[in-house]
């Protein structure tokens, strides 16, 4: 967070600069690949964190530690992630639904910071498994929006 931010609010309300100086400052970690961010939020849907974390290791230990392009997710099998990865049919459903929406143009990553808040929303929850919920976290943590 900027801090320009932190010390504009702690100037402006006395009571608030008692909390940050008491619990610290406030820092963010930001996703810089939209994917990546998307695929993570996928999988992270109603499991605890460790158990997605693990998860989401095994999925990078499917693609040689990386993060898989959408062609990659749209051509492995459903089998090999649910038995390599231990993804559910569902987040399978949803993986691939998104690696399609971006192969066939649906949506189009890199246009998102361009648009309204709105019309990003609209966008990413066309794609089964992310509501409104995960696109309101994908303007926060990936594009730093609202």
């Not at 320009?4 to 909390?19: F, G, Q, S, T």
């Not at 693990?54 to 993060?67: D, E, K, P, Q, V």
Request: net charge neutral; aromatic share 8%.
């Amino acid at each position: 967070m900027n801090t320009n931010y932190v010390d504009h609010l702690c100037y402006a309300d006395m009571r608030l600069a008692k909390i940050i100086t008491e619990i610290g400052r406030f820092s963010m970690k930001v996703k810089k690949d939209s994917f990546q961010a998307l695929i993570e939020a996928i999988i992270y849907q109603q499991l605890n964190g460790s158990a997605a974390n693990s998860i989401y290791n095994r999925l990078l230990a499917c693609y040689r530690g990386r993060i898989p392009t959408p062609e990659q997710i749209i051509s492995s099998s459903d089998l090999e992630l649910r038995t390599q990865v231990g993804l559910s049919r569902m987040k399978i459903a949803y993986l691939k639904d998104l690696a399609t929406h971006i192969v066939d143009g649906r949506l189009n990553l890199i246009d998102l910071p361009g648009m309204e808040d709105e019309e990003i929303i609209s966008q990413l929850t066309k794609v089964k498994g992310i509501g409104r919920w995960t696109a309101d976290m994908f303007l926060i943590f990936c594009l730093l929006l609202i």
